[in-house]
């Protein structure tokens, strides 16, 4: 284009066995041929290669609509996809004492209809007390870890939460659970709480780090 001969002053051979386009090949006879040609700035060259090659189209632009643009030192915000403790309603002593008598009736059918008698049938009379103790922790640690509350409380229309609104976590669980036996050693001042404590929270909740709440009605 400027009109400076390939370094050798020959012209490139095309043998190499690849195709050339007839533009770029229209492209390089003209622009071999102007020896002397000079042009004083960038616009120049382009007002030529205009003239020259009128059947050139420009690469187009990206729309304005496909370019994203963020203010210095801001990030991009995103929606939460997760609830908050804010976005339920505190459960009460009520529908919390409502779900402990459902999850008791639960647990009592259970062992009524498989396991005891596959306790007697194994002879697991002496173990049959531990293997409800058992069962019934497994009960109370694991359902709201996977469920997000127990059987009687998902009746019940509520859920065990941690602060963030999801489900509590397995160590969580363990603790809450743990609070259960202190709250019976202080003859059941730990469950009495939830009545004046102002998030509605027992002992167990408080070891737990844990929420019972119902869904908000909008």
Not at 117 to 123: E, V
Not at 183 to 188: A, N, Q, T
Not at 199 to 209: E, T
């Amino acid at each position: 284009v400027t009109g400076d001969l390939p370094h050798g002053g020959e012209k490139i051979s095309d043998g190499r066995g690849e195709e050339v386009s007839p533009q770029l090949e229209e492209i390089f006879k003209k622009t071999y041929t102007h020896k002397n040609l000079r042009f004083p700035n960038g616009q120049a060259l382009f007002e030529h290669l205009k003239k020259e090659f009128p059947n050139l189209v420009p690469a187009k632009q990206p729309k304005p609509s496909l370019l994203v643009s963020h203010n210095k030192g801001e990030a991009p915000t995103q929606k939460e996809s997760q609830k908050g403790i804010e976005d339920f309603e505190l459960a009460g002593f009520g529908p919390r004492a409502g779900a402990f008598l459902l999850d008791v009736i639960v647990l009592a059918l259970f062992w009524l209809a498989f396991a005891i008698p596959i306790a007697k049938s194994s002879h697991w009379d002496d173990d049959l007390g531990l293997s409800i103790l058992i069962f019934s922790a497994l009960y109370f640690i694991l359902c709201p870890v996977l469920l997000g509350g127990t059987l009687g409380k998902l009746i019940m229309g509520l859920r065990i939460v941690s602060k963030e609104g999801k489900n509590p976590g397995l160590f969580q669980s363990i603790l809450r659970f743990l609070g259960y036996f202190f709250s019976v050693i202080l003859f059941g001042f730990g469950f009495y709480m939830i009545s004046f404590h102002p998030q509605k929270r027992g002992l167990h909740d408080l070891m737990g780090k844990t929420f019972v709440v119902r869904e908000k009605n909008d």
